[in-house]
C-alpha cells in the first residue's frame, strides 16, 4: 500500500486572540525586532499514513484533526498530503 506524508498546520481562529503570539511578538519587539506584526503561535504535525491513494490520506488526516488533533471551536487547521517515494 502507498505511503503518504501529512503535513498538518493547526492555527488559532483569526477571530480569537492569541496570547501565545501576543507574548511572543512583544518579546520579539523588545529584542529590537520592531518589523514584526501579527504572530500567530500554532502547531505543526507531521506523520505518514499507509492508504491506497492520496484522497483517502487526506480524508483520513481531516478526520484525525476533526476527532483529536485540533479543538473546532477555536482552531482551524490545513492538510497538506504528499506521496513518500
Given at each position: ?30 529584542l529590537g525586532f520592531d518589523a514584526v ?47 513518500v517515494l
Amino acid at each position: 500500500m502507498p505511503r503518504f506524508k501529512v503535513d498538518v498546520q493547526i492555527m488559532p481562529r483569526a477571530q480569537l486572540l492569541d496570547p501565545q503570539g501576543n507574548a511572543v511578538e512583544h518579546a520579539l519587539k523588545s529584542l529590537g525586532f520592531d518589523a514584526v506584526k501579527d504572530v500567530r503561535v500554532g502547531k505543526a504535525l507531521t506523520f505518514d499514513v499507509d492508504q491506497p491513494d492520496a484522497d483517502n490520506a487526506q480524508r483520513s488526516a481531516r478526520e484525525m484533526c476533526e476527532k483529536l488533533l485540533s479543538n473546532p471551536v477555536t482552531e482551524d487547521f490545513s492538510v497538506s498530503v504528499t506521496e513518500v517515494l
